[in-house]
Nanobody
């Protein structure tokens, strides 16, 4: 059974940091591209960052230089280090796993609130 379990969300002040984790099970994690998406209230879900099986990464322009995506294949876990957080980063963050040509898997999401 495939599972993606996000953790690490919470309330943080502007300028603060959080590290999100996505623990995966039920599939060969190292073969999958892992992505983080977010959805703010009233907005569409958007791609934040992706790390491919080979390790290459891409980021949304809005988070470049502030967020870092990484993966630990030995732990079947993907991470999103978020620094210099802004109120506009407030959203539910979702983990997504996919191999090209096959359906992907979503986690349940973790809430991030950036507020003073």
């Amino acid at each position: 059974q495939v599972q993606l379990v996000e953790s690490g969300g919470g309330l943080v002040q502007p300028g603060g940091s959080l590290r999100l984790s996505c623990a995966a099970s039920g599939f060969t994690f190292s073969n999958y591209a892992m992505s983080w998406y977010r959805q703010a209230p009233g907005k569409e879900r958007e791609l934040v960052a992706v790390i491919r099986a080979g390790g290459s990464t891409n980021y949304a322009d809005s988070v470049k230089g502030r967020f870092t995506i990484s993966r630990d294949n030995a732990k079947n876990t993907a991470y999103l280090q978020m620094n210099s957080l802004k109120p506009e980063d407030t959203a539910v963050f979702y983990c997504y796993a996919r191999v090209p040509g096959y359906p992907g898997y979503w986690g349940q999401g973790t809430q991030v609130i950036v507020s003073s």
